[in-house]
């Protein structure tokens, strides 16, 4: 089946997450991506946190499937010249280098408009450009301060707190995905390419419009019902760390289930959303809590929110977190098991969806992977493993037009 970005080619100049995130994504959508990597090393996660000696490491497994490894000293004048030729010849160069390395290689934007103006340059840096933070090179954890999810993230009476999702790295590689589609959209109708930039300070705080929204109702009325600190306790004048509450309003907690006492994943996440509160009340066996003035609205509910959990929690004592999804789903309430990675890799139906995916890897033997999250009616997009350092060399150099021999002399002056 031919999948909607074949014929689209792009020069994957990216390193760790943020970047190869989004390449693979585009990737798996059918576009040819050639990673170009430094000879002798490559990635540098390909050795990072390696579980098998002299196998590249799941953190580049898992993000740089179905691309190709082009080896490539873009700093030696001859793998400047291919790297030139690759350009012409490109559709979309994406990078997350630090600061100013690119323009330092000699490949500004401005150069790169030069030799092929329809291309798409498409750059994630820490923060955006003109950012009084601009010079300063970003991993993930540091973008989740920036951003303003650490801030909000956590228990009121702790530290600030980094959520294991990948908010600045992956999240911002998504962000870069929509850009490099929209300006290829947008080339369609110009004939010409332009330069797209995602910063991830910019991408976590669009994933935390939410809290910036509560910083504003908090400057207007001086607190925020739903958090749990409402009505005893104290509201400062930030948006405080809310614990396990639902950031999009919706009262919810995380709630102990059979056997947490020795399984520290024995909990569901329990919502006491505005409408399902009838339906709550008749799943617990507490039909006289429908009407009850001191339970019947959001507002009334607050002041002993966690009365009620702890009653839920009593509800909740013998049964298991599956048990108590499958009952309480008769009742349409929003829920869900807390689960863990263990429980996710094995789940079938996630299996079945291609959501993990195990991939056969011609070192490593297989390997699971999250495979694409977006579904096509038309497509399916196959994770297929990632390469080998420098596998494509080769490959790649022959469809630039280079012979056998150029290519030998190139290995030989230790450019690719
Ligand atoms: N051939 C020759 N040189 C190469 C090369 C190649 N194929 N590929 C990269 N290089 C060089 C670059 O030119 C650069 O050299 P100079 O600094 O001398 O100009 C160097 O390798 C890479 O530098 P870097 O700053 O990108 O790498 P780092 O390990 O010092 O920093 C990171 C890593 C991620 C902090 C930094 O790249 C960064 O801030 N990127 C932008 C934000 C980002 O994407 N962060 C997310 C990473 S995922 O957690």
């Given at each position: 089946?031919?999948?909607?970005?074949?014929g689209?080619?792009?020069?994957?100049?990216?390193h760790?997450?943020?970047?190869?995130?989004c390449?693979q994504l585009?990737?798996?959508?059918?576009?040819?991506?050639?990673?170009?990597?430094?000879?002798?090393?490559?990635?540098?996660?390909?050795?990072?946190?390696r579980d098998?000696?002299?196998?590249?490491?799941?953190?580049?497994?898992?993000?740089?499937?179905?691309?190709?490894?082009?080896?490539?000293?873009?700093?030696?004048?001859?793998g400047?010249?291919?790297?030139?030729?690759?350009?012409?010849?490109?559709?979309?160069?994406?990078?997350?280098?630090?600061?100013?390395?690119?323009?330092?290689?000699?490949?500004?934007?401005?150069?790169?408009?030069?030799?092929?103006?329809?291309?798409?340059?498409?750059?994630?840096?820490?923060f955006?450009d003109?950012?009084?933070?601009?010079?300063?090179?970003?991993?993930?954890?540091?973008?989740?301060?920036?951003?303003?999810?650490?801030?909000?993230?956590?228990f009121?009476?702790?530290?600030?707190?980094?959520?294991?999702a990948?908010?600045?790295?992956?999240?911002?590689?998504?962000h870069?995905?929509?850009?490099?589609?929209?300006?290829?959209?947008?080339?369609?109708?110009?004939?010409?390419?332009q330069?797209?930039?995602?910063?991830m300070?910019?991408?976590?705080?669009?994933?935390?419009?939410?809290?910036?929204?509560?910083?504003?109702?908090?400057?207007?009325?001086?607190?925020?019902?739903?958090?749990?600190?409402?009505?005893?306790?104290?509201?400062?004048?930030?948006?405080?760390?809310?614990?396990?509450?639902?950031?999009?309003?919706?009262?919810?907690?995380?709630?102990k289930?059979?056997?947490?006492?020795?399984?520290?994943?024995?909990?569901?996440?329990?919502?006491?959303?505005?409408?399902?509160w009838?339906?709550?009340?008749?799943?617990?066996?507490?039909?006289?809590?429908?009407?009850?003035?001191?339970?019947?609205?959001?507002e009334?509910?607050?002041?002993?929110?966690?009365?009620?959990?702890?009653?839920?929690?009593?509800?909740?004592?013998?049964?298991?977190?599956?048990?108590?999804?499958d009952?309480?789903?008769?009742?349409?309430?929003?829920?869900?098991?807390?689960?863990?990675?263990?429980?996710?890799a094995?789940?079938?139906?996630?299996?079945?969806?291609?959501?993990?995916?195990?991939?056969?890897?011609?070192?490593?033997?297989?390997?699971?992977?999250?495979?694409?999250?977006?579904?096509?009616s038309?497509?399916?997009?196959?994770?297929?493993?990632?390469?080998?350092?420098?596998?494509?060399?080769?490959?790649?150099?022959?469809?630039?037009?280079?012979?056998?021999?150029?290519?030998?002399?190139?290995?030989?002056?230790?450019?690719?």
């Amino acid at each position: 089946m031919s999948k909607p970005l074949e014929g689209i080619k792009i020069i994957d100049f990216t390193h760790v997450q943020a970047g190869p995130a989004c390449t693979q994504l585009l990737a798996w959508f059918g576009a040819d991506v050639i990673k170009v990597e430094r000879p002798g090393s490559g990635d540098v996660t390909r050795n990072q946190l390696r579980d098998i000696p002299d196998a590249d490491a799941l953190y580049f497994t898992m993000l740089n499937s179905n691309k190709k490894s082009l080896t490539l000293d873009t700093k030696k004048p001859e793998g400047k010249e291919v790297l030139e030729k690759l350009i012409r010849e490109s559709d979309v160069l994406v990078e997350n280098f630090g600061p100013g390395a690119l323009d330092r290689m000699g490949f500004s934007w401005e150069r790169l408009n030069e030799l092929n103006p329809k291309m798409i340059v498409a750059s994630v840096k820490g923060f955006s450009d003109g950012h009084h933070y601009d010079d300063l090179k970003v991993y993930e954890n540091v973008a989740q301060c920036a951003g303003g999810a650490a801030s909000t993230t956590g228990f009121w009476d702790g530290p600030p707190t980094i959520s294991a999702a990948a908010l600045g790295d992956s999240n911002t590689g998504m962000h870069l995905a929509i850009g490099i589609l929209t300006a290829l959209i947008g080339r369609d109708k110009t004939g010409k390419g332009q330069k797209v930039a995602v910063s991830m300070q910019d991408s976590v705080l669009n994933l935390c419009r939410v809290k910036l929204r509560d910083q504003q109702r908090l400057e207007r009325v001086g607190y925020l019902e739903e958090y749990p600190q409402y009505p005893h306790g104290e509201f400062s004048d930030v948006v405080p760390r809310g614990g396990n509450a639902g950031g999009g309003g919706q009262p919810g907690w995380v709630l102990k289930c059979k056997g947490w006492e020795t399984d520290p994943n024995a909990y569901i996440y329990f919502t006491i959303q505005g409408h399902a509160w009838e339906p709550i009340c008749k799943a617990l066996g507490k039909p006289e809590w429908i009407d009850d003035p001191a339970y019947k609205t959001a507002e009334a509910r607050q002041p002993h929110i966690f009365e009620i959990f702890g009653t839920i929690e009593g509800w909740l004592a013998d049964k298991t977190k599956f048990e108590a999804v499958d009952i309480l789903r008769k009742f349409d309430i929003p829920c869900a098991p807390v689960l863990t990675m263990k429980e996710l890799a094995n789940d079938p139906s996630l299996r079945a969806s291609g959501t993990i995916v195990e991939v056969p890897h011609k070192k490593r033997g297989s390997y699971l992977t999250v495979g694409s999250p977006i579904k096509f009616s038309d497509m399916k997009p196959e994770v297929t493993a990632s390469p080998l350092l420098g596998e494509h060399t080769d490959e790649v150099l022959a469809g630039l037009g280079y012979s056998r021999q150029d290519i030998f002399n190139l290995r030989e002056i230790k450019a690719v």
